[in-house]
Each structure stands twice: as C-alpha cells, then as structure tokens.
C-alpha cells in the first residue's frame, strides 16, 4: 500500500507530461501545390442509411478539384437501404462508384476485407479514408494533402463525436481527449496511430505494404496499415487542426460502447510495449484512486485535484486548436466521473468471454 502514493505521483508526473507537449504542437502545412495530385476517397459503409447521404454531399463538397477526386463506396453487405441511397449519388455524380463488397477466401473481415476490395479501384498519387457515419469538413481533403511531405506515408486528422445527450457529449469529449493523448505521442517522435476514420496514405507506402490484401488481420484494421507503414521508414503525421476535423456520430447505448472499446484494446494486443505501460499507467488509476482516498485522504486529495485541473487544461488546448467551443466546467466535472465509470467498466468487460460485437458481427 505504501507504493499508491508514489504510483499517484508518477501519473500526475506523466499528466504534466502531456500537457507540455500538447502546448509544443505548431501546425506545419506545407506550400499549395501547383497541380493539385488526384487522390482516391474510400468509405466504408455497413447499414448506413441514416448516416450516408451527409457523408457523401460531404465529400461531393470538397473544396478539391473535382477531376482530381474519386469516391469509391464499398456497401459491406448491408440489409438497409445503403445501397439504394449509394446507387443515388453514383447516378448523378460521375466521380463516385459503389462497390459491393463479396465474401472471398482472403480470411479478411470487416472494413479491411471492404478496403482490400475498394483498392483494386483506386488511382491517384493519395488514398484518403474515412467512414460513412462521418461527416467532413471542405478543407479536408486539400489540408490533408497539403499535410503530406516527401517523406510522409500516412497521416491522421482529427475526428470528434457530436450528438445531443448528455451521453453523447460525453464520448465527445472522450474522443478529444483521446485523439489529444494519441497526438502527444506523435508529436514526441514516437509513431501512434491513425483513426481509420479520418486518414491519409500516399498511394506508394499503401502498396509497399501489399494493400490490405496482404497485411494480416486485424480488427483494428486502421492501426495495422499505419504500423506497416512506418516499419517501412515512411514518416508519419497526425494533424489537430479545424481543418482536418471530421465529425462522427456517438455510439447508442453503454453496451455497444463497452463493446466499441473492447474492439479497440483487443486490436491493440500489437501495439508496442511503451503504449501498453501507458495504457497501464491510466486504468490503474482509476482502480488505485478510491483505496488511495480512503488510506491516505490528505495526500490523495490534491494529487486528484491537480490531475483534475491538468486534464481540463488539456482539453481546453485540444479544443482549441480544432477551434471548438470548449466543454463547460460542470461538464467537465461530469466527465471525470464518465471517465473513471467507462475505464473501469472497459477493464472489466475487456477480460469478460464476450465476443466482440461490432456493426451486427461477432469477433
């Protein structure tokens, strides 16, 4: 028990950490090309038909060339009216095709099994990703280019989740707060991740790889082409501006979420060892906290409201930077307890002999 104290320190210490790099981050974007290179969109889309028609006029909006951007649809076996409403855009838009996505004998599953059959369709100098629950900004496109120098392979935007509940605000500063921790990584010289959601690969790192045809699988497919990449040599990026900044729908029910976040640690079993200190470090914590305040109060106490007014400082730097209204201080306050509830409740689940259950199927 002895050691809680000391462990405490250690994570406050790793807090000041992040919050010093977060305050280092400057936007380097590089010159506007003279010729804009033609780039390729892939969006994956399973029972999307709530989401796809913002995604799409998204894209058809972009302020790109409009002869430099294909779009290529892969409906993943979808039961609901994706299809029909894919079908739509590609009848009145020449540059979108939609793609059905086959079962085949790869051993591919989910979106890198829709990725593995969108590739052999794409052209362009780079691949651009993002999902059909997603909705992106005019300047995505061209910023995300503009963000990928010579020696850059791939390259993460910034993605944040909206929606009106109180719970969907919540995974929304979840998210930021996420991205903002995958950033301070990046940013310390040390390859992180990319969100498949909002995501760029130069076209020649991309087939280097093999494509996802040849990588093997994950469910955390975005993860496994970033890390082929960098172990390539490639560079890499990830880019926390407003113009980059995608929106995403929150995730409908604690279940579903659990489950969301259980996909997410079981891709992570190849991520290298430092992120699993990490990892470590944060949900212990959470655990070690309320024996900590019940064994030594008069030290705990400030150590939590240090890491408290830490967090919120970094919080408000990533909002910032995305130029987003910054949460509310009861919010905030809200979110700690969301916080300490969801990591535990994600350890836990995360060990449980439950399947992982992802847009209607079992991993």
């Given amino acids: 028990m002895l050691a809680l104290v000391p462990f405490l320190l250690a994570y406050l210490a790793l807090q000041i950490w992040?919050?010093?790099?977060?305050?280092?981050?400057?936007?380097?974007?590089?010159a506007q090309p003279a010729t804009w290179p033609e780039i390729t969109i892939m969006v994956a889309a399973r029972n999307e038909e709530a989401n796809l028609e913002k995604c799409l006029k998204a894209l058809c909006d972009l302020q790109y060339p409009k002869d430099k951007v294909k779009i290529?649809?892969?409906?993943?076996?979808?039961?609901?009216?994706?299809?029909?409403?894919?079908?739509?855009f590609q009848s009145n838009y020449e540059n979108i095709k939609l793609i059905d996505i086959q079962d085949d004998l790869t051993g591919l599953k989910a979106k890198a099994r829709v990725m593995a059959q969108l590739d052999k369709h794409a052209t362009g100098e780079f691949y651009l990703v993002t999902d059909a629950d997603v909705v992106v900004k005019p300047t995505w496109a061209s910023t995300m280019v503009r963000h990928m120098d010579s020696i850059t392979g791939v390259a993460?935007?910034?993605?944040?989740?909206?929606?009106?509940?109180?719970?969907?605000?919540m995974q929304g500063i979840d998210w930021a707060y996420f991205m903002g921790l995958l950033n301070v990584i990046s940013y310390s010289g040390v390859p992180a991740t990319a969100v498949g959601n909002n995501m760029i690969i130069r076209a020649d790192a991309y087939w280097q790889t093999g494509g996802y045809g040849?990588?093997?699988?994950?469910?955390?497919?975005?993860?496994?082409?970033?890390?082929?990449?960098?172990?390539?040599?490639?560079?890499?990026?990830?880019?926390?501006?407003?113009e980059v900044l995608a929106y995403s729908k929150a995730t409908i029910g604690l279940l579903p979420l659990l489950h969301q976040r259980k996909r997410w640690l079981s891709g992570g079993r190849d991520l290298p060892w430092y992120w699993w200190i990490f990892f470590g470090v944060f949900g212990l914590y959470y655990f070690l906290l309320p024996?900590?305040?019940?064994?030594?109060?008069?030290?705990?106490?400030?150590?939590?409201?240090?890491?408290f007014t830490l967090q919120n400082i970094q919080i408000a730097r990533i909002f910032k930077c995305v130029d987003e209204?910054?949460?509310?201080?009861?919010?905030?306050?809200?979110y700690e307890f969301y916080l300490f509830a969801i990591t535990i409740l994600t350890a836990l689940f995360s060990i449980s002999p439950l399947?992982?259950?992802?847009?209607g199927r079992k991993y």
């Avoid at 024996?291 to 890491?307: D, Q, S």
């Avoid at 399947?355 to 847009?359: D, F, G, P, V, Y």
């Fill in 18 to 30: 992040q919050t010093a790099v977060l305050f280092k981050y400057s936007d380097k974007l590089q």
């Fill in 72 to 88: 290529l649809i892969g409906n993943d076996q979808s039961t609901d009216r994706t299809q029909a409403i894919a079908l739509l």
């Fill in 156 to 169: 993460s935007g910034t993605t944040m989740v909206t929606g009106n509940q109180i719970g969907d605000q």
């Fill in 214 to 242: 040849r990588i093997k699988f994950s469910i955390t497919e975005d993860y496994k082409l970033y890390d082929e990449v960098c172990k390539l040599g490639w560079k890499w990026n990830n880019i926390m501006t407003p």
């Fill in 291 to 307: 024996i900590a305040m019940v064994l030594y109060p008069l030290v705990t106490i400030p150590i939590a409201l240090a890491k």
């Fill in 325 to 334: 209204p910054k949460p509310s201080i009861l919010k905030l306050l809200i």
């Fill in 355 to 359: 399947k992982t259950i992802w847009k």
